[in-house]
């Protein structure tokens, strides 16, 4: 499958989206990751940021929230020659060119992290120099690789990992990422059954995950599998780069007690009435499998 | 109509226009067997009524709106259409106008998520600096 090059930027904005939040070691590393390779990005995203996503039940509002973002990011680039906004979330990419910007004309180009990270390869083999010796299954998803060919580009950059070991196994479950599967009943689990039956076959130790919603979604399947680790791609590139990056989403969503595990001080960050409504269901809920 | 409202309407009907409703899309999707009734019905009857939600006819089957709301952007359509459409934008599309988008009475209910926002900020506080919100959010 052809890997669109684009010109190196010389402004870019890294845009995260809205969900990466609860991933920040991910944010931190993947802005690092993008430095190492030459290209200084600002760091954006968050609700400020939005891609309208979540509020698709209305043109209005969706493009509302798509002008707000796309003015925002043609200001931040604006006399830039080859400006480009660097996606990380698939529904942020599908939303930028299928929604927001045949709608609000935009002074940049638009392209995936992986594509970046791909092009610029060879600066990362000299980083990668700490070996991480895992049998690693890629969690794939069939919906955005024919758009942008994240399954291709993820697995050659781990291939550059010294003592990584990726199995040969052509599993690609369904949806782009698994936030949707996981609003379908049954579709999740069935994904999730799949993944493990795949790791037994291969024999593989890790799932490295691409996105954040499927480490989201699949950090609990660790629990009662002490064999099993979920790790997310950005996790093993910076492991190899021997840059510290702790998991601290897992830690908090596998814990007994994500209170006790989130601590005073995030307690405290979070707010008390804040983590309950809006945290604490989400920290606590069972394991789809 | 004017911005995002007309462009899911206009280019929908133009999709949907070039449309022959063969049912490839529905064959081909893996999300066939998790919307009720559409493993049982007949594909061109499925696909004939995303068509038409797309052209704002009437008669959309039910396993039609099952269909489209059981989409999760396996893009799996747009290989198997023979007339190389943008099945997934067709279904994006039909999804939206679904929820009532584009101002018409909704197919079936969306489960709106209000706190979505406090909470993106709520975890942005716990695993983000004070520097890193002040600057990325």
Known sequence: MAVTVHPVPDRAVFWFGCNLVRHGEVIRASARLLEAVGVAAETAGGPANCCGATQEASARITEGMGRRTVDGFNARLAGAEHGQVITWCPSCHMNMQDVMAPVTPTNF????????????????????????????????????????????????????????????????????????????????????????????????????????????????????????????????????????????????????????????????????????????????????? | MTGLAARITAEGARLAAACTACGACVTACPMTPFAPGVDAAEPRVVAGGMRALLLGEGGVAAEAAAWIAACTRSAQCNAACPEALDVALMMRFAGMRARGATGEAPRYATRPDPGWSSRVKAFARVTLTEEEQATWL
């Open chain 1, 109 to 289: 180009e638009t392209t995936h992290i992986t594509e970046v990270l791909h092009a610029r390869q060879d600066r990362l083999r000299a980083l990668l120099a700490r070996p991480v010796p895992v049998r690693v299954l890629l969690h794939r998803h069939l919906g955005f690789q024919p758009r942008v060919p994240v399954n291709s580009l993820v697995a050659d950059l781990l291939r550059l990992i010294p003592g990584l070991t990726l199995v040969d196994d052509p599993l690609a479950v369904p949806g782009h990422m698994c936030s949707s599967l996981s609003s379908v009943p049954g579709a999740l689990a069935a994904a999730q059954r799949a993944t493990l039956d795949a790791m037994a076959a291969s024999g593989a130790d890790t799932l490295a995950t691409i996105f954040h919603s499927c480490h989201r979604e699949s950090v609990m399947l660790e629990r009662g599998r002490p064999w099993l680790r979920v790790a997310n791609w950005i996790h093993l590139l910076a492991e190899s780069a021997g840059w510290p990056v702790e998991d601290g989403y897992k830690a908090i969503r596998n814990a007994e007690d994500p209170r006790a595990a989130l601590g005073e001080a995030g307690m405290a960050a979070a707010g008390e009435a804040v983590f309950e409504r809006l945290m604490e269901p989400e920290l606590r809920k069972a394991p789809v499998v």
